[in-house]
């Protein structure tokens, strides 16, 4: 008890030290970090949070934290589960939610202030981590309790924790000595520095290249609604009568997929892969170059021979031979097929009389008219029944149909940005399960992609039930003057899947806040969402035409079936590239002057990637690895092995066979990140994973 006032006396002290006014002082009196939230679910309070808030917040909140560790390590008492683990677990409340917000609002609401601050605050929070995970006398105490755990008759649960927090402390460099320990330590906080170079180089060079339209003939090809985007763009920088494309996805695919003037596909195109590699003021290489070499040297002060092995040791698949294993069996399947697909669109160049060779900005458009000829799946066609709410209702049928929740949106909530929606998600009974906010649509201030992160996780360590406020985050196509927001096929997949991530929130049922989970074994719960988003039954409730309300046709459908190997070698081939790429760096045995470009170039002729595609990402870009993908992009399809078998399940009863679907949820959602992800895997399947479900869908054999 006495210990934990010291606790309060710290935090009191710093909240005293910066109240005062000053030049950089919010304008609010109150720092909302500091005071309880009195907001509804206790959700965060955004409309009062300020950037001036998040330094002092952060600071108390680290000092709060050294304190709660100073006082597991002078405890008198004997070392135990609950005096060591336990109290680890619960240090650093206020440090981690001020964490969570400041990072989710960095990715989705970010401002030149808060990029700032993240510059600042990278390398004291990574030497504030450090701190924690190298304190000897905190480690003597975990590896205390760590020894005697078999006689201490723990759960499952607990016992998962311990032997993950032990090796945790292990991998952080616990056991090293004191000089290796100091060199580690600088080798996290210049990582960390370099990271946030990366991120904000390649926002600056995202944000940096517009392809400015001003003859109305050069639009030739492109679908009216993505011309009203465009104008849009111009519109919004005050330019009179011309069309603006930028490097951001929603605006680049359309542009590839549908224009005719090849030469400015080739423009837009290179502008998208050159980013971070032009030899000026936000340019990557350096830093990725000296990021991989940092890495080596960390996996070899820790004992390992790379950087893989390092990292792969606490994924499911443990080991990069049994990446290498995957990669390349999926490989030698996919690129004859590409090369195939290579073929029949020089094909239809040729009969077009169009004198040139297929060259990577001309794959979108002539797949999208393969895709024309052999499906006549036509993507604008599909749009209507793909309206953005209708698509967010139907996501929310499946988790409906599947597990009994139900949704109800929210007004007057403290939002992280205005055009977030907010729902309540109650479970089967009626009873609060979760809040979910949405944030559909791309703005300057919001990195590129789709991801789903996490307000408040799901946890009971205190005693009382926490429940998760989950955050979503897309780039989907916008409304337009004329109309709704119509998402394309590819849109609406990633929202099922990001949904996926969200349902791993929602329905957790875990004590403590610590987990720990394996990016190859979470994308599973996401993936798997898009075989509902896809299956005929799914589609007709919710792929309704925005204008009458008609459920999508099923010729429609049928297309939609046949048109899912479509371009896999391509897509397959594209993704490879990029995961075979992360391996090569992280199974480097030495630290070398790398010159990335050579690097990149000499490894993809190695592997035999044909010209006409270019590697999903190229390092410059590969946002991916530099941050905790590394060594681990592979992960999507190993989840891909993992989310088809498990699929397989459901076609072996039915859609949504209430049995599987409660294992389903007890086996792997409950309890994701504080169990063994095999044994999780097994509880579910009954068996490990098998490659045969994923191979045959996508008609690799
Ligand atoms: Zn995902």
């Known amino acids: 008890m006495i210990l934990r006032k010291m606790f309060i006396f710290v935090g009191f002290v710093l909240l005293l030290g910066c109240g005062g006014p000053g030049a950089d002082a919010p304008s609010s009196d109150v720092n909302p970090f500091f005071a309880d939230y009195d907001t509804p679910f206790n959700v965060q309070p955004f409309d009062r949070i300020e950037e001036a808030h998040f330094v002092p917040a952060f600071e108390e909140g680290m000092a709060n934290q050294n304190g709660e560790i100073a006082a597991i390590v002078v405890n008198p008492e004997a070392p135990t589960f609950d005096n060591t683990i336990v109290a680890l677990d619960r240090s650093g409340e206020l440090h981690n939610e001020v964490s969570r917000v400041f990072f989710a609002l960095s990715g989705s ?65 616990a056991l090293l000595g004191d000089e290796d320990q100091t060199r580690l330590k600088e080798i996290n906080q210049r990582l960390s520095g370099l990271r946030v170079e990366f991120s904000r180089n390649l926002l600056a060079e995202t944000n940096g290249f517009e392809l400015v339209i ?34 951001h996805k929603p605006s680049l695919l359309p542009f590839l997929t549908y224009a005719e003037d090849r030469n400015l596909r080739e423009q837009l195109f290179t502008a998208y892969t050159v980013r971070g590699n032009q030899n000026n003021e936000y340019d990557n290489k350096a830093i990725m170059a000296e990021i991989v070499n940092l890495r080596v040297e960390k996996a070899q002060l820790l004992g390992y021979d790379t950087f893989a092995d390092y990292t792969l040791e606490i994924r499911m698949a443990g080991t990069p031979d049994k990446v290498y294993g995957l990669l390349d069996q999926l490989w030698e399947a996919a690129l004859p097929v590409a090369k195939r697909e290579v073929v029949e669109m020089q094909a239809i160049i040729d009969a077009d009389g169009g ?54 949106e929210l007004e007057d909530m403290p939002k992280p940005h205005p055009d977030a929606q907010v729902f309540e998600v109650f479970e089967a009974d009626g009873s609060h399960a979760a809040v979910i906010y949405m944030d559909y649509h791309p703005r300057e201030s919001k990195r590129g992609g789709a991801w789903c992160g996490r307000f408040r996780s799901q946890n009971r360590a205190a005693g009382v039930e926490v429940d998760p406020v989950i955050n979503l985050v897309c780039n989907f196509t916008t409304a337009t ?83 899912t190997t479509f371009n896999q070698g ?86 949504f066979d209430q049995e599987t679907a409660q294992r389903f949820r007890t086996s792997i959602l409950e309890v994701s990140g504080s169990q063994d992800y095999m044994d999780m895997w097994v509880n579910f399947r009954g068996r490990e994973p098998e490659i045969e479900p994923l191979l045959r869908n996508l008609g690799l054999q």
Do not use: C
């Open 214 to 247: 001003e003859d109305e003939a050069d639009l030739a090809g492109l679908p009216d609604a993505v011309i009203e985007t465009a104008a849009a763009n111009a519109q919004h920088e005050d330019l009179e009568n011309s069309w603006v494309f930028t490097t």
């Open 109 to 173: 609401n970010t401002n030149d202030e808060l990029q700032e601050i993240q510059k600042q605050m990278a390398p004291r929070l990574a030497a504030h981590r450090d701190e924690i995970q190298l304190n000897p006398g905190l480690f003597v105490r975990v590896k205390a309790v760590y020894d005697e755990r078999e006689a201490l008759d723990l759960n499952a649960e607990q016992l998962f924790l311990l032997e993950h927090l032990y090796k945790r402390y292990v991998r952080n460099g």
């Open 355 to 408: 004198g040139f060779e297929l060259a990577p900005w001309d794959w979108w458009f002539y797949a999208e008219k393969q895709r024309l000829a052999k499906y006549d799946l036509d993507d604008n066609e599909l749009r209507p029944y793909f309206e953005l709410n209708n698509v967010r209702d139907g996501v929310f049928y499946v988790a409906n149909q599947l597990y009994g929740l139900t949704f109800e």
């Open 570 to 655: 391509f897509m397959l081939v594209e993704y490879l590239a990029a995961s075979l790429l992360d391996m090569e760096y992280h199974t480097l045995i030495e630290t070398t002057d790398l010159d990335i470009n050579a690097f990149e170039g000499t490894y993809f002729d190695e592997i035999g990637l044909i010209p006409e595609i270019v590697s999903r990402y190229r390092t410059t870009y590969f946002a991916h690895i530099v941050g905790s993908y590394a060594a681990g992009y592979y992960g999507y399809t190993w989840a891909g092995v993992l989310d088809h078998d498990a699929f397989e399940a459901f076609n072996e009863s039915s859609l």
């Open 481 to 563: 003057e004329d109309t709704p927001a119509l998402l394309s096929l590819d849109e609406v997949e990633t929202l099922f899947h990001e949904f996926g991530h969200a349902l791993d929130g929602i329905l957790a049922s875990v004590t403590y806040r610590t987990s720990f989970r394996s990016p190859d074994f979470a994308e599973l719960p996401s993936q798997i969402m898009e075989h509902w988003a896809m299956a005929p039954e799914v589609l007709k409730v919710y792929a309704r035409h925005y204008q009458t309300g008609e459920p999508i046709p099923d010729e429609l459908i049928a297309k939609i079936e046949n048109s």
